[in-house]
């Protein structure tokens, strides 16, 4: 639905040729008050090239005049009326214009325009570039350096954010190391902008952005993961470019061994978390068709995963430490806090997803696991750990995975042998444990109490 725009262009001459500024302002307000229809959408005026015209004649008047304090008003309301005109699709496309936009950046580039009037102006070019990518490309063209100006000093920041994000949607803005960084800090200021989380969204499709990655400071890039991780667990889908992929590949196997550092303490240091951000965003990408078939050409990637589970499961065996399972069926059930803010909590449950799903219908991946001797390593983590959710269910798929069409893995599990019974907490706990007779009916579960008063 649209309404009539009744208004009166020789009385807006008469203001104009009488400097009624005051007067002119009025006028506007009342002409382009917006209304709304039953459904709450405020209607569209009609399309005028006469009151166009009419508009851009004020703001060329005010140019000539040289911009002054007497303007602020006559400003506000001019672009007030401009932003409530431009959401009828007919204005944007007669308002997309170089001459036009470059008239309104004469305007933002006046000192004497105060911020309040910047922030209509902005809100202006935000309607305008709406579905609309003409617009778009323009206004990127003129106002770029104003936006990435304003976003640096931190002034009208959700307005800039929301333009820059909405030209992203039509025109690829591949910024510099600098802006990059600028946009991770504000948004890990002020992060109730949610622009500022749609852009750095944005950012991660971008190859230029994965460029400058390795350079952005530990703190920021956790920023990144962090949003990474909130698209996987949201099942958003992701637009990772093979660059983006190689890059967190690549850093996860260049700092891996940063989570030895928290084998007996938690551990707070940022690094060990980045570690553990990169496994969890890793492991949920091999979940991932999109990405699994490149991840299972980087041998590199499984070698390292491999090397880590090898080391993080001996130590934890070795002696009590944060690497240990738990087994004790009420921290299965609910970990506690200390021990889930930990930076290894889940991460060797990760480690094996990651083998099994790279092994999925990949034989070079499935030998290269034997190779590696990691099989009895899978098979011995199929049990339940207070500090890896899942982890058993992770290493039963990991096991039929590896075991798929591959005679020889196949082998190597039938070929291992019994070595005696292991203490169950989790079974002990419900009255019950593991007991072997020596004979051939193998390993059964018995009631503890039985047990015991029969010895």
């Not at 990127?140 to 936006?147: K, P, T």
């Not at 992060?191 to 750095?200: A, D, Q, R, T, W």
């Amino acid at each position: 639905m649209s309404r009539h725009l009744d208004l009166n262009v020789a009385l807006v001459d008469k203001y104009l040729k009488t400097y009624d500024y005051p007067s002119l302002a009025n006028y506007l307000n009342i002409s382009f008050k917006l209304e709304k229809g039953s459904d709450g959408i405020p209607l569209q005026f009609d399309f005028s090239d006469t009151v166009l015209n009419s508009l851009h004649k004020i703001l060329l008047q005010i140019i000539n005049e040289e911009i002054s304090e007497n303007h602020q008003n006559i400003l506000k309301e001019l672009f007030r009326s401009l932003r409530n005109y431009v959401i009828n699709i007919d204005v944007q496309k007669y308002l997309s214009n170089d001459s036009f936009l470059n008239n309104v950046k004469i305007i933002c580039e006046s000192s004497l325009v105060t911020n309040d009037i910047l922030q209509v102006v902005l809100q202006f070019l935000i309607n305008l570039v709406v579905s609309n990518e003409i617009a778009a490309k323009k206004v990127y063209a003129v106002f770029q350096n104003q936006i990435f100006g304003s976003l640096k000093q931190n002034v009208n920041t959700y307005e800039n954010s929301a333009l820059l994000y909405n030209i992203s949607l039509h025109h690829a803005i591949e910024l510099d190391f600098d802006m990059y960084v600028c946009i991770l800090q504000l948004y890990d200021n002020r992060n109730n902008i949610e622009f500022l989380h749609f852009l750095i969204e944005k950012f991660i499709t971008y190859d230029n952005f994965w460029t400058n990655y390795k350079k952005i400071d530990l703190h920021r890039r956790l920023v990144v993961l962090g949003v990474i991780r909130e698209k996987q667990i949201k099942g958003e889908k992701l637009d990772l470019c093979d660059y983006a992929l190689q890059t967190l590949s690549n850093s996860f196997i260049n700092s891996a061994s940063i989570i030895f550092q928290t084998v007996s303490s938690n551990e707070n240091d940022l690094e060990p978390y980045e570690v553990s951000e990169l496994l969890q965003v890793i492991s949920s990408l091999s979940s991932d068709d999109s990405y699994l078939k490149k991840l299972q050409n980087d041998k590199d990637l499984l070698i390292n995963v491999g090397v880590v589970l090898i080391n993080i499961h001996k130590l934890g065996k070795d002696t009590e430490n944060y690497f240990s399972s738990i087994q004790s069926l009420s921290e299965v059930r609910q970990p506690t806090q200390q021990m889930s803010k930990h930076p290894a909590f889940g991460f060797k449950a990760d480690l094996i997803r990651i083998i099994g799903n790279l092994c999925w219908k990949n034989r070079t991946m499935q030998d290269l696991v034997r190779e590696a001797e990691l099989i009895p390593v899978v098979l011995e983590c199929c049990n339940m750990d207070a500090r890896n959710p899942f982890i058993m269910q992770w290493g039963i798929l990991a096991v039929r995975n590896l075991c798929e069409n591959n005679l020889e893995n196949q082998k190597i599990i039938a070929g291992l042998h019994q070595e005696g019974t292991v203490s169950s907490t989790v079974l002990e706990e419900m009255g019950l444990t593991l007991h072997s007779s020596g004979d051939e009916n193998g390993v059964k579960i018995v009631p503890l109490d039985a047990l015991r008063n029969h010895r």
